[in-house]
């Protein structure tokens, strides 16, 4: 293995970016104040005396190292895997090992010299871009051209590019890559109006008038035989919303960046259905939703103790933050998710939703209570300190656990809850199978606008919902509000007024 050189490492978090320090000792302290965590720190009983007034003070702190202690003369503390382990120093690894997979863990902030200074290759954009669309080659070859409105050789072209595929390519990057299933959906639009534009011989996309995009729009609403990329069916409500949706966020976000000189799908969606028609389908019964809150609090006692608390952190954190799967993801280049503490000891979630917009979260106790357990598991401070880049939920095999891996959490959850009601609530059980992360999104967007009437604008914000109408469809789920206005309004045993 080669020997580590800290001082060729890079780190471009800061501003200007600087070189980690030259010693491993020093860069270790380095990392771990830059990271907000342990990186690898050697501890023995004189220097836990050093560092605490007492040894209950120590004991209440680094429980895991005092345990160490009584049988060791040294205990070492590194990060491994999103956890802090603790061991005896000669089971330890070696320092500079465990700061060479810190770094690379966060490569995205901290890069070889060799690597930070290699120039750009001519073309790579073009590959990357290509490599990110999965698009078909004739689909990209169609799209590699440059229209009278793309502002190619402009000043204000932040893109820096110069044709529709690559600014294609940076659009699906920015707005759809942080969700395979939106990103799918995106290259599925787009396939959608790029084999409509051929059946017209218009093109490229950056060519595209007014005109051109409202004639999209009638051709979507279209009977089957002249709708577009569907042969057999007429494109429901929603797909057409959807469709119309990415072609707008397409061409705002190509003239915000200043690919485009003007920006012909102003209004395209503007009085839209989509909004108005949405009413959110996949809910839970409270009953459904207390079985899984109880399978996960008795399963927590057994197997894996960390492996259970960070199922049941996952869980706590889509049942009473409502966040979308992708929201819990976390994100090196912006550092989110992350947890706040205010001095009033009130946590607060702030992710990154959609937009790549940051949302702040007020957490119930009961969330908070389930989080300190994983944390202190985790060998993590029980509060979240004020600087700490740690992953929110780690991953057993790496830094953090990406959305494939929190679907199947909370997934298994919903599937075991359906096992135990199989024989008593058969049709319940099925329903649960059916179920995924977003549907306690749901849930949580019903308990708040039915069950306690929160006013639309602040249950708006806790969901980051970009229209008050998408919050108000809630209220569509449930009658039994406006049935009490009826029956108040309407009661045989009220006195009739005085009409004057």
Known sequence: MKPLHPAGWIDHGTTPPQHVPASVEAAIAYVADALGHVVHTRWTLAMIRQHYASLADAKAVRPATMRVLLDHEAAVEYWDRGRVRTVAAGEAPAPDVVLARVLHTHRRRFKPATEAARPVATGELKREATALMSLPQPLVVWLARAGRFAAVAGATNTLGVGDDAQ??????????????????????????????????????????????????????????????????????????????????????????????????????VRGGRSRASFAPQRMLPSVLLAACDAWVDEAVAVGDSLVSARRRAIWALYRYAGVRLVELVWSDEAQLPKLDVDDHGSWTLTVLGKGRKTRAIPLPAVCVTVLRTYRELRGLPPQPPLIEHAALIHGLRGDTLKGSGLYDEVKAIFVAAAERLANADPDGAARLRQASPHWLRHAYARQLVVDHQVPLPAAQALLGHASVQTTAAYAKTDLSQLRGFVDASFDVGAPSRQRG
């Open 167 to 268: 600014a294609v390519a940076l659009f699906l990057r920015d707005r759809a890559s942080r969700s395979p299933h939106t990103l799918r959906a995106y290259r599925t639009e787009l396939r959608r109006l790029v084999g409509w534009c051929e059946s017209r011989q218009l093109g490229p996309l950056s060519d595209l008038t007014r005109h051109d995009l409202l004639a999209y729009r009638q051709a979507l609403r279209q009977p089957a035989s002249d709708t577009v990329g569907d042969t057999t069916r007429r494109l429901s409500e929603a797909l057409q919303s959807r469709a119309l949706a990415v072609v707008a966020s397409l061409f705002r976000y190509w003239t915000e960046t200043g690919y485009l000189t003007a920006n012909p799908a102003a209004g395209l």
